[in-house]
């Protein structure tokens, strides 16, 4: 996984910069520090602090463990400043496979297959939409070898969203928990999203940002986005990264933290 370096007059101010690079957690990162900051004369700020930081890398898996995961992979289907498009409707669910059950008093920081993951994810999600005496399909969709998301559909599913995505994150982190708790994995990345509202959301993001950003390069002057979550400044970061004359920081503190778009 490659490295991203970033800048700071602090070495936190630095690491808050490489998560906003990265879109993850710090719990998710992997950091090495390149360069301590120096003060000059009288307090002055002489030289800002280096890191650099990766997602935390996993473990490889066995060929054998891999091949098996490709014969058996599944195959998928704030407010924004325009209407996302609708969405398309999935797939049927796949029939999920009985996870393991994990032994007792397993240590809590081991390797498990991605996919007894998702099929943990699956069933606790199935449950929570019948707590809350919905109808709706979960389906697990592999992203790459190291991640997958779980993709809840269904009819009447805002609840689950909230406003500007907040109850749709507090989703994501319990069943990222119940996984943990339930299974002792430490390795891999569950996404959960639903009614299709992140892809949408992000689509919807990336022309506000295009927009922001041609009126920052004719104009010449910067200008603050909202605060926003790690995942959407890597958005603004990314989509601002392909486009010429204008570049991106991040400012302030969680959860008031922002990006500025500026001229180059």
Request: charged residues 35%; aromatic residues 2%; proline residues 9%.
């Amino acid at each position: 996984m490659e490295w991203v370096e970033t800048t700071g007059r602090t070495i936190e101010e630095a690491k808050e910069a490489a998560l906003d690079r990265l879109g993850i957690d710090e719990t998710d990162a992997e950091f090495e520090i390149l360069e301590e900051p120096r003060l000059g004369l009288f307090g002055r700020l002489r030289s800002e602090a280096r890191v650099r930081a990766r997602v935390r890398p996993n473990r490889p898996r066995p060929k054998d463990e891999r091949r098996d995961r490709r014969r058996r992979g599944s195959k998928g289907g704030s407010p924004a400043p325009e209407r996302p498009p609708a969405a398309e409707p999935a797939p049927p669910t796949p029939t999920p496979r009985q996870p393991p059950a994990p032994p007792q008093g397993a240590e809590m920081d081991r390797d498990v297959p991605l996919r007894d993951q998702a099929d943990v994810a699956q069933e606790f999600l199935t449950g929570l939409l019948g707590s809350f005496d919905t109808e709706g399909r979960v389906e697990v969709r592999e992203v790459d070898e190291d991640t997958v998301e779980l993709l809840v559909d269904g009819p009447e599913l805002r609840l689950l969203i909230g406003p500007g995505g907040a109850t749709l994150g507090a989703v994501q982190e319990v069943t990222r928990r119940v996984v943990q708790h339930r299974t002792g994995a430490r390795n891999g990345r569950l996404l959960v999203d639903v009614s299709g509202y992140r892809s949408k959301r992000k689509a919807a993001l990336e022309r506000f940002v295009q927009s922001v950003a041609a009126d920052v390069r004719s104009s010449g002057v910067a200008k603050a986005l909202e605060p926003m979550s790690a995942a959407d400044r890597k958005v603004v970061h990314d989509t601002v990264n392909q486009l010429e004359g204008v570049s991106t920081t991040s400012e302030g503190e969680e959860p008031r933290r922002r990006v500025v778009i500026s001229p180059a």
